[in-house]
């Protein structure tokens, strides 16, 4: 037992105590240095991550791969058979479901439940508000393309995450980046500056658990964007694809419980919590609804039927909260497993994020090593991961990763973990 505890205690796991015995170590290194300090002027540019994007799900789409990269949560974790269940139900109990269109704003259920859930986020939303998408990226791009054309400047968070960027870059609109902190997410003091500097047609913030930084804006700074932006008629289109999976249970609210004249625009999906194949997002847009509701007809014309009433089903008897609480102890476990396997595997210098929810890290590595050459090694070794180039506009975080930690633990993970800590050496 003694020499267990030395062993552990040599490889940082646990420390010793005077005359109290010993604890687990935080699983982290040193806060990640401050974004701010990766910044240069604030000026908007034009994006181009989506040729760095496609090039890695192309080359991801091997089975074998161990997956890293996208954020994905193993099959295994989402509730898969009971919504088999309630859709062969469905299907047998309303045969005809196939026969109309769900025309905008979409199921009434559906959203009638999503209303529901709303109160914990602070934000009492009627059904009325809200309107269903095909996944969570339509709702995005429709509130983008509601708001702003081409050539408008959008404030984002840096790092963010990649779908955002290929959005702006798809509709030719540029992108402010705004450094963001690793805990407490975009910082305002700089937002500030930025709006009395440059024409801002609109903020994107991932308020709850960013992708990929794991930050959580706090309830005050919540509240100071709003106050910030909604004055100067600036709409925020808000992601809160992450907030149920606050590993202490508690929900955090969101910007659009401070929204005042529905100026922010929440936009949400079940891809990361229950079925990322139903492709079942939506959207409250406030004052820009009558907009998105028309560009979503045109785009799609309709959500699919069938996967919004068994959303709604599930959502109302299925036992969403019970799943959800198993869903935030496997996230944080998994974190802390992966987190743990980086600090001992990786180089010297390599620092992680402490996400308190969700299920990526951020990884920032000696500044030697190029994540995009890693990204490359990774693959021919089977490892799919995320270098940080595709979080950026402007092509920063060259030495950072971001690891899916989504999947239950292995030991092919693990090794995973061992051959980048490998490839990261390679480069010194
Ligand atoms: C912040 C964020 N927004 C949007 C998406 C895309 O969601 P969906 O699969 O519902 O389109 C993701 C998926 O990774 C995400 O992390």
Redesign the pocket.
Known sequence: VQQAYVHLESRGLIKAMPKSGFYVNSFHRERLPDPESLLGSLVSSEVAVSELVSNHFLAARDPLMVPLGA?CPSPELFPSSRLNRILRELAREVPLHSSEYEFPPGSMSLRRQIARRSIQWGCKLSPSEIVTTS????A?NLCLRAIAEPGDTIALESPT?F??LQSIESLKMRALEIPSDPRHGMDLDVLKQAVRKTKIKACVV?SNFN?PLGSLMPDENKKRIAEILIPRGIPIIE?D?YGDLAFNGIRPKDIKSFDVDGWVMLCS?F??TLA?GF?I?WTAPGRFQAQVERLKFVNTVATPSLPQMVIAEYLENGGYDRHIRKLRQAFSVQIQRVAQAVLRCFPEGTQVSRPEGGFVLWVELPKEVDSIRLHQLALRQKISILPGAVFSPSGRYRNFIRLNCGNVWTPQIEAALATLGTLCRSFS
């Open positions: 954020a996944g969570g990226m339509e995005i995450y779908g955002i991932i992708n992601e694809f999906s891809s990361k990322p492709r997002g």
